[in-house]
T-cell receptor, first 113, second 114 residues
C-alpha cells in the first residue's frame, strides 16, 4: 500500500490560500490521490481526487507533480470554517474489488482571523 | 445533494449489551463501508460490503461484529456484546462504483459503552 506523509499541523490566515502538501513517493500507476477533511468529530468530507492531471472543483484545487510522488491541496481563499484535519489518501485496491480508504493522521489546518 | 444518514446520533449502552447502528446510504450506491474513530485517534476501516456480502474486513471486525443490508435502503452494524473499548464514533460510507468513485460518509453515531 502506498503511504502518505503530511505535516501534522499548519496555520493559514483567513482569506489567504492554504497549500497543504502531501508526499506519496511509493504510489502506483493506477492509484488515485484523494483528499478528505474532518471538521470536529463530523464524518470525513470528500474534497477532491486525481490520478495525474491537476484537478479543480468548487472546494479546492489539486496539484499533482509530474512524477506523482507528491501533491498539494489548495484552498484558494481559506475561511474560518475550513479549520479541520485534512487527509491525503492514496486509494488502495481491496479484496473482492472494494476499495477502502486508509486514513492517516492528516494535517490539522487552523485558519486564523 | 444526497447524503448518507446515520441513526441514532448518540447511543449509550451498558457493557455486554447488543447495539445496532443504522445507516441509509445514498440510494444508487453499491458499495458500503463502516469505519470507526476512537476519541483522539485515526479513522479506522472496519468492513466493506458489496452484493450482500462482506468484501473485506479488518482485524478489528471480529466475531462480535456483523453487518447486514436487511432491505433495499438500510445498512446496519451490530455489535453483539459491547465492551468498554467499543466506545467510539462509527461512520458509515457508501460509493457508487469501484475505482475512482469517492466514498461519501455520514456524520456518525457516537457509541458510549458504560
Amino acid at each position: 500500500d502506498a503511504k502518505t506523509t503530511q505535516p501534522p499541523s499548519m496555520d493559514c490566515a483567513e482569506g489567504r490560500a492554504a497549500n497543504l502538501p502531501c508526499n506519496h513517493s511509493t504510489i502506483s500507476g493506477n492509484e488515485y490521490v484523494y483528499w478528505y477533511r474532518q471538521i470536529h468529530s463530523q464524518g470525513p468530507q470528500y474534497i477532491i481526487h486525481g490520478l495525474k492531471n491537476n484537478e479543480t472543483n468548487e472546494m479546492a484545487s489539486l496539484i499533482i507533480t509530474e512524477d506523482r510522488k507528491s501533491s498539494t491541496l489548495i484552498l484558494p481563499h481559506a475561511t474560518l470554517r475550513d479549520t479541520a484535519v485534512y487527509y491525503c489518501i492514496v486509494r488502495v485496491a481491496g479484496q473482492g474489488g472494494s476499495e477502502k480508504l486508509v486514513f492517516g493522521k492528516g494535517t490539522k489546518l487552523t485558519v486564523n482571523p | 445533494e444526497p447524503e448518507v444518514t446515520q441513526t441514532p446520533s448518540h447511543q449509550v449502552t451498558q457493557m455486554g449489551q447488543e447495539v445496532i447502528l443504522r445507516c441509509v446510504p445514498i440510494s444508487n450506491h453499491l458499495y458500503f463501508y463502516w469505519y470507526r474513530q476512537i476519541l483522539g485517534q485515526k479513522v479506522e476501516f472496519l468492513v466493506s460490503f458489496y452484493n450482500n456480502e462482506i468484501s473485506e474486513k479488518s482485524e478489528i471486525f471480529d466475531d462480535q461484529f456483523s453487518v447486514e443490508r436487511p432491505d433495499g435502503s438500510n445498512f446496519t452494524l451490530k455489535i453483539r456484546s459491547t465492551k468498554l473499548e467499543d466506545s467510539a464514533m462509527y461512520f458509515c460510507a457508501s460509493s457508487d462504483r469501484q475505482h475512482n468513485s469517492p466514498l461519501h460518509f455520514g456524520n456518525g453515531t457516537r457509541l458510549t459503552v458504560t
